[in-house]
């Protein structure tokens, strides 16, 4: 449920995106409709969905305790994707066709950004605006093993955060 106009003054009162800097990813940032939304990585360490609530719940209230014990409409639960830059990028995949990659467990409000300048890029027909280089997609490397490092990386920091 949208969260109050009291409650919104106390968490991210000028709207806007948060993210910490520990390695087990935390983000949050409001919908359009005043919900606050957020993420909990996939690690091995958590099992279910009660086990991924109280996880959800305790990081909330421990970045936001102005919040209260207020309830977990949905909970996402996914897969950090990762780059191998770990910083935002700008693809120009084909003629005409480009990608936004800024995901790296805090992409939202990066692709937020990035996505607006890539908007205001194709209008002027200029990318000399952006604010990352725009770049060619390469192969990824031993792809088959690192498809799974996210979700190691993701249980290690969970675990490095329980020490």
Known sequence: MPLSMAQRAAILPQGGSFTDKQSYLFTARYDEDGRLISAVPLSAALQGRQAYEREAQGRLMRHFPSLGREGIEHLWVGTAWLNTSFLPSVYAVDDGLYAIQACNGRGLPTN????????????????????????????????????????????????????
């Open 112 to 163: 937020v950004v990035l996505g607006e300048e890539v908007a205001r890029s194709l209008s002027s027909g200029s990318f000399q605006t952006l604010s990352v280089d725009l770049q060619e997609p390469e192969p990824i490397r031993f792809h088959a093993l690192a498809r799974f490092a996210p979700y190691a990386m993701m249980t290690l920091a969970y675990l490095q955060g329980r020490l």
